[in-house]
């Protein structure tokens, strides 16, 4: 990340964390406030509940009572004692009387749990109740209590949870329950005493057996209010006691749309805010951080271009304090490199020349020593008149020759070194480098087998198609020398990115490591007789066409050079 970013993310942090530090307390506030509210709205949904299970109780119990003492009660319970009573004529009786009362579960039966009538079961008429028995016997009379009551419905026979009540009637053996139940009715009632949804349950179970449908916050306030973890709704359990121990349960979820609302509308003005602020805070530092950083970038730029070796960069923008310093003592450091480089760059024009003076004298030194001493032999034998003059005149003006040859050729090989013409560039296929290259070799030497690998549609190179001849040449006569007893020669080409690789391959006995990184020096040789000026110019020409060259060897099996040449579209042009 550059500095300027880093600036920019420095102050639109030192604006924005305020502001986003204080949306988590006044989304706290909102919360608390929000289970305050639940929590007294749950209260006294509660206290609904409980009153309206209360009021139907009471209903039960005074219609029980009514029935009990009522003349149809009375007029059954004389003929059931003068046994003047017909099983099918009595069976739908209660079926009227709880219609009439707006009852839910009705029934009569004697004693014993056998049904006379029953409203809200009639099959059970003339069989006895197990239902109504347990009734009996563990809820005293005129007590409405919770009971799990079998009905018949629109599907069968259904539980179904009602406050149920039970009075014996007057002089007889007979005996009323009736009831209320806790179905849909009851539940759209609390429902609209609540203002939530109300659902009836049996005990252990999660399926309702009644339930109702009430309002839910929906929309985008209600996607926003979750999203900052604030429930829609809560739920109360109210348990249903029976005589027997618990029997289900009554839950209660009231809705909270107007605190989401509320919520939402602060928690959008607070994101707002924080979102202007934010946006502010960014183009504010993003301005601050470049006027700071556009003289460190200028800074940056030059010093980029002087490890190019562009040592006249200068830095032109404006800045004050340690910044200002900075650039005009980065101006005067590179005015000095300038001088330095002008002053080591002559000092090493002078070193370079003395130490190729000193490699020069040694070169021409070792021919002149057999030069003189076959002079010295021949006035020798001229001074002393030997029969043998004639043959020592011939073998030494031929060593002298010899001599002389060599001399010639560490000349002009210093010549070329020295005096080597700038390079003509112009777009050359690669294969028609090593195609010209072969043709000099119509017949290779006795032994060595040639190679030419060249794929194609290779980019052209921009050389100097002679210079660039000179050097491969060199490399082929440096690989045949090294196999005398003959080989494999490889010419091979391919390209890598942006370069074109032509690479020459003997099977020789490779390059000590040692003198690996001594091949390309002036005057360095292994060869018996060698100048070691032809490495030095190939590395020189190919280094003047913007390219490299590379060695690579392994002892016993033979060395590789690769000459790496940039495509004629990338290829400097000198002139």
């Given at each position: 990340?550059?500095?300027?970013?880093?600036?920019?993310?420095?102050?639109?942090l030192f604006a924005a964390l305020p502001l986003a530090a204080a949306l988590w307390p006044v989304s706290r506030t909102l919360s608390r406030s929000l289970q305050s509210e639940y929590?007294?709205?749950?209260?006294?949904?509660?206290?609904?509940?409980?009153?309206?299970?209360?009021?139907?109780?009471?209903?039960?119990?005074?219609?029980?009572?009514?029935?009990?003492?009522?003349?149809?009660?009375?007029?059954?319970?004389?003929?059931?004692?003068?046994?003047?009573?017909?099983?099918?004529?009595?069976?739908?009786?209660?079926?009227?009387?709880?219609?009439?009362?707006?009852?839910?579960?009705?029934?009569?039966?004697?004693?014993?749990?056998?049904?006379?009538?029953?409203?809200?079961?009639?099959?059970?008429?003339?069989?006895?109740?197990?239902?109504?028995?347990?009734?009996?016997?563990?809820?005293?009379?005129?007590?409405?209590?919770?009971?799990?009551?079998?009905?018949?419905?629109s599907e069968g026979v259904e539980p179904v949870l009602a406050l149920v009540a039970w009075e014996p009637v007057p002089d007889s053996p007979l005996r009323v329950a009736a009831g209320?139940?806790?179905?849909?009715?009851?539940?759209?009632?609390?429902?609209?005493?609540?203002?939530?949804?109300?659902?009836?349950?049996?005990?252990?179970?999660?399926?309702?057996?009644?339930?109702?449908?009430?309002?839910?916050?929906?929309?985008?306030?209600?996607?926003?209010?979750?999203?900052?973890?604030?429930?829609?709704?809560?739920?109360?359990?109210?348990?249903?006691?029976?005589?027997?121990?618990?029997?289900?349960?009554?839950?209660?979820?009231?809705?909270?749309?107007?605190?989401?609302?509320?919520?939402?509308?602060?928690?959008?003005?607070?994101?707002?805010?924080?979102?202007?602020?934010?946006?502010?805070?960014?183009?504010?530092?993003?301005?601050?951080?470049?006027?700071?950083?556009?003289?460190?970038?200028?800074?940056?730029?030059?010093?980029?271009?002087?490890?190019?070796?562009?040592?006249?960069?200068?830095?032109?923008?404006?800045?004050?304090?340690?910044?200002?310093?900075?650039?005009?003592?980065?101006?005067?450091?590179?005015?000095?490199?300038?001088?330095?480089?002008?002053?080591?760059?002559?000092?090493?024009?002078?070193?370079?020349?003395?130490?190729?003076?000193?490699?020069?004298?040694?070169?021409?030194?070792?021919?002149?020593?057999?030069?003189?001493?076959?002079?010295?032999?021949?006035?020798?034998?001229?001074?002393?008149?030997?029969?043998?003059?004639?043959?020592?005149?011939?073998?030494?003006?031929?060593?002298?020759?010899?001599?002389?040859?060599?001399?010639?050729?560490?000349?002009?090989?210093?010549?070329?070194?020295?005096?080597?013409?700038?390079?003509?560039?112009?777009?050359?296929?690669?294969?028609?480098?090593?195609?010209?290259?072969?043709?000099?070799?119509?017949?290779?030497?006795?032994?060595?087998?040639?190679?030419?690998?060249?794929?194609?549609?290779?980019?052209?190179?921009?050389?100097?198609?002679?210079?660039?001849?000179?050097?491969?040449?060199?490399?082929?006569?440096?690989?045949?020398?090294?196999?005398?007893?003959?080989?494999?020669?490889?010419?091979?080409?391919?390209?890598?990115?942006?370069?074109?690789?032509?690479?020459?391959?003997?099977?020789?006995?490779?390059?000590?490591?040692?003198?690996?990184?001594?091949?390309?020096?002036?005057?360095?040789?292994?060869?018996?007789?060698?100048?070691?000026l032809g490495l030095a110019i190939a590395e020189r020409i190919v280094s003047e066409h913007g390219g490299r060259i590379e060695v690579a060897s392994r002892q016993g099996q033979g060395?590789?050079?690769?000459?790496?040449?940039?495509?004629?579209?990338?290829?400097?042009?000198?002139?």
């Amino acid at each position: 990340m550059t500095l300027r970013a880093r600036l920019t993310l420095a102050f639109w942090l030192f604006a924005a964390l305020p502001l986003a530090a204080a949306l988590w307390p006044v989304s706290r506030t909102l919360s608390r406030s929000l289970q305050s509210e639940y929590a007294a709205r749950l209260d006294g949904a509660t206290r609904a509940v409980e009153g309206e299970l209360a009021r139907l109780g009471a209903l039960a119990g005074a219609a029980a009572r009514e029935l009990a003492r009522g003349p149809e009660l009375d007029a059954l319970a004389r003929d059931e004692a003068q046994e003047k009573l017909d099983p099918a004529e009595v069976a739908p009786r209660a079926a009227g009387w709880m219609a009439a009362r707006g009852l839910e579960v009705l029934a009569v039966a004697d004693a014993g749990a056998r049904v006379v009538s029953s409203g809200h079961l009639p099959g059970r008429a003339g069989d006895a109740d197990p239902e109504l028995s347990a009734l009996f016997a563990a809820v005293p009379p005129g007590r409405a209590v919770p009971w799990l009551v079998s009905r018949a419905g629109s599907e069968g026979v259904e539980p179904v949870l009602a406050l149920v009540a039970w009075e014996p009637v007057p002089d007889s053996p007979l005996r009323v329950a009736a009831g209320l139940a806790l179905g849909p009715r009851f539940a759209e009632r609390v429902a609209a005493l609540t203002g939530g949804e109300v659902a009836v349950l049996r005990e252990g179970e999660d399926r309702p057996l009644a339930a109702s449908a009430g309002p839910e916050a929906s929309g985008p306030g209600r996607t926003l209010a979750r999203l900052l973890g604030t429930p829609q709704a809560r739920a109360r359990a109210i348990p249903i006691p029976g005589a027997r121990g618990e029997l289900g349960r009554i839950e209660v979820t009231l809705p909270a749309a107007g605190l989401e609302r509320a919520q939402v509308t602060v928690s959008l003005a607070v994101l707002f805010a924080l979102c202007l602020a934010a946006a502010a805070a960014l183009l504010g530092g993003h301005l601050l951080a470049r006027r700071i950083t556009r003289p460190l970038e200028a800074l940056r730029e030059a010093a980029v271009r002087v490890a190019g070796g562009d040592l006249g960069a200068r830095v032109e923008a404006r800045a004050s304090g340690e910044v200002g310093d900075l650039v005009r003592a980065f101006n005067a450091m590179t005015a000095d490199l300038i001088r330095s480089r002008e002053r080591a760059t002559s000092a090493e024009r002078v070193a370079a020349w003395r130490e190729v003076a000193r490699r020069l004298a040694h070169e021409v030194k070792n021919p002149l020593t057999p030069i003189a001493m076959s002079v010295e032999t021949l006035r020798e034998a001229l001074e002393r008149r030997r029969p043998d003059f004639e043959e020592i005149f011939r073998e030494g003006t031929q060593a002298i020759q010899e001599e002389v040859r060599r001399l010639k050729r560490i000349v002009d090989e210093f010549s070329r070194f020295a005096r080597l013409p700038p390079p003509q560039p112009a777009p050359v296929a690669a294969g028609e480098l090593l195609s010209a290259l072969l043709a000099l070799y119509p017949s290779p030497p006795p032994g060595v087998r040639l190679e030419r690998e060249v794929p194609e549609g290779l980019p052209p190179v921009s050389v100097d198609r002679d210079q660039m001849l000179q050097v491969l040449l060199n490399l082929v006569q440096n690989a045949t020398e090294a196999m005398p007893r003959g080989g494999s020669l490889r010419l091979a080409a391919r390209r890598e990115g942006a370069e074109v690789l032509l690479s020459v391959s003997d099977t020789g006995p490779g390059i000590a490591p040692a003198d690996v990184t001594r091949v390309f020096e002036p005057y360095f040789t292994t060869k018996e007789g060698g100048t070691g000026l032809g490495l030095a110019i190939a590395e020189r020409i190919v280094s003047e066409h913007g390219g490299r060259i590379e060695v690579a060897s392994r002892q016993g099996q033979g060395a590789t050079f690769t000459v790496r040449l940039p495509v004629a579209s990338a290829a400097p042009q000198t002139s």
